[in-house]
């Protein structure tokens, strides 16, 4: 039975292509554009046809019926009779196809680092939903934010509390009143905690005020702050830019993201071993490369996983977690350089790669790590084209505040520990039983290890969570 059939666009290698054809037939029901809500259906070719991605809409009475976050199958039949599954039916966000690519680019190179592209995602969505005019043109074209669709992930987020945790703040000045609208719409979907702060009469200790205020949001998991003072007094953030959160600030948003969670298959502790990492640095424009001895975590068995080749000795593997879902991806270049690393980004990021994978028995050693990051985004962003936002004469944030404001700092921070257990502060009992597993003989069985830098995806349904570069794994 054809079950959906509508107008459809290639997506050319460039990039994502949608159609504005929105009227559909799915299974007799008709879906107007203007009653229908907006989800992502993708597909996979068979074969040397491209990969496909278009838009449906459904109707609102079906959300209780569909849920956003399950993998549902359809026959999809195109007028070239090609017949191919469709999966992943849910409110796509973005975040592993332009959200990560696109913030990537302005992020530092070279340096171990870690930020989340949702949570990114989440606190520009929270602004554009207050701004008017080319302030919200300018946010809108670059994260396509889609309120519903972020108010469902977060809904499969909070029923998973115990897996996940997110910061999304917004500390305007006591000078501004929220209106209603935004202050209803934003707490419908988005969730944030408003809060306001008075910068004025907390000089010049509001640094400490406010970086206190931030720690007990995140329940003390962001450790140092997200300004500190350099030795000359002024403000200095973490990523080694310096401004000013003085009296004039308008307002300041905070977004973060921490994972905890147990590896679907644990890796032993009776396992664990020391091993050496290629460490690698610049020094005087140099680069470098040193052994560095660190601890490894070892599976006790080959298991199916599933595995990508992006061609030149970069290879990929997904490490499935306990919550159903959850994933984190491990990409390694075979080569222990700046350039190769680079490049393994790049074929990481780009459209295509993401769903070329297939299952191998594999047996993995991967060394223990830990990362975190604060960023104040303010910078890069203006970098990506959000200009007007920032501007005290061209902000237009009109359907936020009462009177006329602006963005001062958006911050963003991330950590990810990783141990035998899982991640961050996860843990598993002392005894476990692990099963024998029967692998066919005929079986191709293969090794991964990671003994130099390599990236690291932590997805939830396909949503980039945390996204990091690993240059030297540091005790846990």
């Known amino acids: 039975m054809e079950c959906l059939r509508r107008e459809y666009l290639l997506c050319e290698h460039s990039g994502r292509k949608t159609t504005e054809n929105f009227k559909s037939d799915f299974c007799g029901v008709t879906h107007q554009k203007e009653s229908c809500f907006l989800h992502y259906l993708r597909a996979k070719f068979v074969g040397d046809v491209q990969f496909f991605s278009h838009q449906i809409r459904t109707p609102p009475q079906w959300h209780s019926q569909i849920h956003p976050l399950r993998t549902m199958v359809y026959n999809h039949t195109f007028p070239e009779n090609v017949t191919l599954p469709l999966y992943a039916l849910y409110p796509n966000l973005g975040t592993a196809y332009y959200v990560t690519p696109l913030i990537h680019q302005v992020m530092p190179q070279e340096t171990q680092i870690i930020y989340s592209p949702f949570a990114i995602l989440l606190s520009l969505c929270l602004a554009a939903l207050g701004a008017s005019g080319n302030s919200y043109d300018e946010i809108q074209s670059r994260f396509v934010c889609q309120p519903e669709n972020v108010k469902y992930f977060l809904e499969a987020m909070r029923n998973e509390s115990n897996a996940f945790s997110v910061t999304n703040a917004m500390f305007p000045s006591t000078d501004y009143s929220l209106t209603s609208d935004f202050a209803d719409y934003s707490s419908q979907n988005y969730a944030p905690h408003i809060e306001k702060f008075d910068y004025y009469s907390n000089v010049p200790d509001g640094r400490s005020k406010f970086n206190q205020r931030v720690k007990e949001l995140t329940d003390n998991h962001l450790k140092h702050g997200l300004v500190a003072e350099s030795h000359d007094g002024s403000t200095l953030y973490t990523d080694g830019s310096e401004e000013t959160l003085a009296a004039d600030t308008s307002n300041v948003l905070v977004s973060g993201m921490w994972v905890d969670n147990q590896w679907l298959y644990p890796f032993p502790a009776y396992l664990l071993a020391k091993g050496n990492f290629s460490k690698i640095r610049r020094e005087d424009d140099v680069e470098v490369q040193e052994q560095v001895e660190t601890t490894y975590m070892r ?36 080569n222990h350089s700046f350039e190769a690393l680079s490049q393994a980004e790049d ?42 936002a920032f501007d005290t004469l061209l902000a237009d944030f009109s359907m ?57 995806s932590v997805r939830y349904f396909d949503e980039t969570l945390l996204e990091a570069r690993i240059l030297e794994p540091e005790g846990t």
């Open 347 to 388: 074929r990481f990021f780009s459209y295509d790669d993401h769903n070329s994978t297939w299952k191998v028995y594999n047996r993995i050693e991967l060394p223990r790590f830990k990362v975190e990051s604060v960023f104040d985004m303010k910078p890069r962003l203006k970098r990506v084209g959000i200009q007007e």
């Open 400 to 456: 936020m505040f009462t009177t006329r404001s602006l963005l001062s700092h958006v911050f963003t921070w991330s950590s990810l520990s990783v141990n035998e257990n899982g991640i961050h502060g996860a843990y598993i009992p002392e005894t476990i039983e692990f099963p024998v597993i029967e692998i066919p003989k005929e079986a191709k069985r293969h090794s991964f290890v990671v003994d130099g830098p390599f990236l690291v």
């Open 299 to 334: 599976s006790y068995a080959e298991r199916l996983f599933r595995v990508a080749d992006y061609g030149d000795g970069i290879e990929g593997i997904s490490l499935p977690m306990a919550t159903e879902g959850l994933e984190m991806i491990i990409v390694k270049p075979t």
